[in-house]
Every structure is written in structure tokens, then in C-alpha cells.
């Protein structure tokens, strides 16, 4: 016969036993009867009113707290079985309520760590959500931070431009005469391809047109004008340089673009007839 304990806080403490010939059973501890030759009388109930241990609920060390707990637990075992076997009443009514103590510790015990399970998990939860939402607030800054970039960067190149279309009127109008003027302009040709460099550093350029198609994108079609020798929608002529800052246009550039060849009509055979006079 298997016998296995059975501890419930609401009542006294049993036994419960089942047998391969019949169903489970369960019966009070001190109605049961063990058959036998009992275990010597443990030194726990050598005296019918000497008190039991109780477990510590501060350990230092847990494994050693477990194992001193299974201990006691198995003495008290043996020393229930032994006063049920020897009818003492006392022991075994201080037997049981001190097994319905330690039931009540238990469920305490499994009612914390239940709750500082539930505590540590919803814990985790909001530590996710906040690492999630940290995260994304991060990306939203850097992304704005580097479109104010952009667009603080677009506005001051955008500002510049008029001084590189000074340079490039004063490049076309100075009439270099003596040598005075020579030296004047070579001093600020150095000043402008500076500039120029600087720019390019910044990732300034400009856009290309003649010879190129155009693209609406990129370019303003001022005029369209015939040609014999470029095709249709190939730009002939830049007025207007234009640049863009990477991939964002500065300025379209102000250009006219081919319409090809003319093609001359086929007069009718009417207009071939001319009027007799």
C-alpha cells in the first residue's frame, strides 16, 4: 500500500492511501493504523508536552534551510507514526497542529513569491514597453535633427548663389588691359575658385545641361528653338547656371531646348496648280 502525506490548512492533517484493488481513500491521521515493527521512538516526543521546531523563515544559506526543513518535516513523520502507533493523544494533537502551521507558512510563502512573480513580469513588460518607446523617440530626434540640418544647410547654399552668378557676370565683362588689371584679375579668380572648392566640399554642384536631355526636374525650359543638327528635347544653350546640394535641387537651370529638325509640308496637288492668267 502507498501511503503519501497530505496536508489541508482547513482541517486536521490526513493521510491519503490508495491500493492497486481499490479506489483512493482518504482518512484523518490519527484514524489510521500502521502494521509492523515501528521505527524507534524519536527523541521529539520522549516527552508528551516538550514542544517541536519551528522552521526560520530568515535563512542565510537556502539550500541548508531546505534540507534542515526536510529534515524536521521527515522527524516529525516518524515521530507522528510513532504516537498514533503508541495512542498518544497529546503528541499527536500537537503533531497535527504544527503540520497545519507549516501548511499555512507554505501557502503563505507560495501567495509572495505568486506575487512577486506577477511583479517581476509586469516589471519586465513596462521595462520593454519603455526601451521600445526610448528607441523610437531616439530615431524620430535623429531623423528631424538631420532634416533641420538639411534644410538650415539648403537656405544658407541657396543665400550664396547670387555671389556665384557675380562672379561669373565679372568673369565675362572684365576687359583685362594692362597689367594692373591682370594682377586684379587673377586676385579674385583665386577668390572665386576658392569659393567654388568650398562649395564642392559642402557637396554643391552644378547641374549639367548642354548637350544633356532635359529633364523638368532639373531644369527650366526658358525658349524652344529648331535645329537641324540636335534632336528633339536636347538642350542648346544654358542662361542660367543651376545646382543642387546632394540629392536636393538649390536652383533649376535656366537652359532652351531643341525641337529638332523643321519638317517641311508637302504641298497638295491643289496649291501645285497655279491659275491661268
Known amino acids: 500500500m502507498a501511503i503519501s502525506f497530505v496536508i489541508d490548512p482547513s482541517i486536521a492533517p490526513c493521510f491519503s492511501f490508495?491500493?492497486?484493488?481499490?479506489?483512493?481513500?482518504?482518512?484523518p491521521l490519527r484514524n489510521l493504523r500502521f502494521h509492523g515493527r515501528p521505527s524507534p521512538i524519536s527523541p521529539l516526543i520522549s516527552k508528551p508536552n516538550r514542544r517541536f521546531p519551528i522552521f526560520s523563515a530568515h535563512q542565510t544559506n537556502s539550500e541548508e534551510a531546505n534540507s534542515k526543513?526536510?529534515?524536521?518535516?521527515?522527524?516529525?513523520i516518524r515521530s507522528y507514526k510513532q504516537a498514533l502507533f503508541n495512542g498518544d493523544e497529546t503528541s499527536v494533537a500537537e503533531i497535527e497542529t504544527m503540520f497545519c502551521k507549516i501548511e499555512k507558512e507554505k501557502n503563505k510563502m507560495d501567495q509572495k513569491v505568486l506575487s512577486l512573480s506577477m511583479k517581476i513580469a509586469s516589471e519586465k513588460e513596462t521595462k520593454i514597453r519603455l526601451q521600445a518607446d526610448f528607441d523610437n523617440t531616439r530615431k524620430k530626434l535623429d531623423k528631424d535633427r538631420l532634416s533641420t540640418e538639411s534644410n538650415a544647410k539648403v537656405q544658407i547654399m541657396k543665400s550664396l548663389l547670387p555671389?556665384?552668378?557675380?562672379?561669373?557676370?565679372?568673369?565675362?565683362?572684365v576687359r583685362v588691359d594692362t597689367?594692373?588689371?591682370?594682377?586684379?584679375?587673377?586676385?579674385?579668380?583665386?577668390?572665386?575658385?576658392?569659393?567654388?572648392?568650398?562649395?564642392?566640399?559642402?557637396?554643391?554642384?552644378?547641374?549639367?545641361?548642354?548637350?544633356?536631355?532635359?529633364?523638368?526636374?532639373?531644369h527650366e525650359a526658358i525658349s524652344r528653338e529648331e535645329s537641324e543638327v540636335v534632336k528633339a528635347g536636347i538642350i542648346t544653350e544654358e542662361l542660367n547656371r543651376g545646382f543642387v546640394l546632394g540629392d536636393r535641387v538649390l536652383r533649376p537651370a535656366k537652359v532652351k531646348v531643341s525641337l529638332g529638325p523643321v519638317k517641311k509640308?508637302?504641298?497638295?496637288?491643289?496649291?501645285e496648280i497655279t491659275p491661268s492668267a
Open 18 to 27: 490508495s491500493s492497486p484493488s481499490s479506489s483512493p481513500r482518504t482518512q
Open 179 to 218: 597689367e594692373k588689371e591682370k594682377k586684379i584679375d587673377t586676385s579674385y579668380q583665386g577668390i572665386y575658385r576658392q569659393f567654388v572648392e568650398v562649395l564642392r566640399h559642402l557637396r554643391v554642384s552644378a547641374v549639367a545641361t548642354v548637350g544633356k536631355p532635359f529633364d523638368p526636374l532639373l
Open 265 to 271: 509640308k508637302t504641298p497638295s496637288p491643289a496649291e
Open 69 to 76: 526543513q526536510q529534515a524536521d518535516v521527515k522527524t516529525l
Open 163 to 173: 555671389i556665384i552668378d557675380s562672379f561669373e557676370r565679372a568673369k565675362l565683362q
